[in-house]
Nanobody, 119 residues
């Protein structure tokens, strides 16, 4: 069974930085694609960033220039580096990945990690 475990969330002051990690476990050959999605209270779920396994990336307009997504297939982990955070970035962040196993490609979600930006 393939699973994604997220870590790295927490409380940070405006202007600060965090790095979220999304570690895949199971019989994994590669991470084909990964996306980070966030949801703030009372707001719609928002696609923050995504990356293919070959490094083709997408960033939402609200995070462009501040966030960086990366996939490390050697360690079966994806990352979201977040710099210059502001209060509007407060949300639960979820990773979603398409994982290649020896049997099939599976779409898997992480459990979510809370990011709170506050002074």
């Amino acid at each position: 069974q393939v699973q994604l475990v997220e870590s790295g969330g927490g409380l940070v002051q405006p202007g600060g930085s965090l790095r979220l990690s999304c570690a895949a476990s199971g019989s994994i050959l590669s991470i084909n694609f990964m996306a980070w999605v966030r949801q703030a209270p009372g707001k719609q779920r928002e696609l923050v960033a995504s990356s293919t396994g070959s490094g083709i990336t997408y960033y939402g307009d609200s995070v462009k220039g501040r966030f960086t997504i990366a996939i490390d297939n050697a360690n079966q982990t994806g990352y979201l580096r977040m710099d210059n955070l502001n209060v509007e970035d407060t949300a639960v962040y979820y990773c979603n990945a398409n994982i290649q196993t020896d049997r099939s490609a599976q779409n898997v979600w992480g459990q979510g990690t809370q990011v709170t930006v506050s002074s």
